[in-house]
């Protein structure tokens, strides 16, 4: 089941949690994940609500600072910390088109995957373990999720 609610991190989490407790009864899933952008958000609203979500036992696939992050390491390899206006500039510069948030890219950026996680992968291994997520910028653990739908995905 995916639920988007357009809430906020912390608000978000606390939606998270009612749909499990309800869900969780019917046996309707085996784990839980809340995917969210730091965007502009505060960065403890953002650090407590990564927190929160690992407390309540979530899994988080976030993007620090845009979601057009992950779609960006398909096509190479980002270290620069760069605001969404300009992820989406090079994202056009890519895809060789505007790029649309709204548009499905599933297709187009699955024979890119391998080097997403790849990219995604190498990116997180660059912070030290102490680091609070807002100050892994750039930075996503998308790939966590990819890799774990992966997990039950026929090739």
Known sequence: MVRGTGRNTLSLIDMAIEIREREQKAGKFDQ????????????????????????????????NEAFEL?????FSYCDARLARQALCD?????????????AAHYEALLPLQAAALRNARKLMSTYIDVLKPHERSPGTTVHELVEELNKNVAW
């Open 32 to 63: 839980c994940w809340c995917v969210f952008d730091k965007d502009s958000f505060d960065d403890d609203n953002f650090d407590n609500a990564v927190a929160k979500a690992e407390a309540q036992g979530f899994r988080v696939a976030y993007s």
């Open 90 to 102: 090079k994202l056009d510069e890519a895809l060789g088109a505007k790029y649309d948030k709204a």
């Open 70 to 74: 992950w779609y960006l390491l398909h």
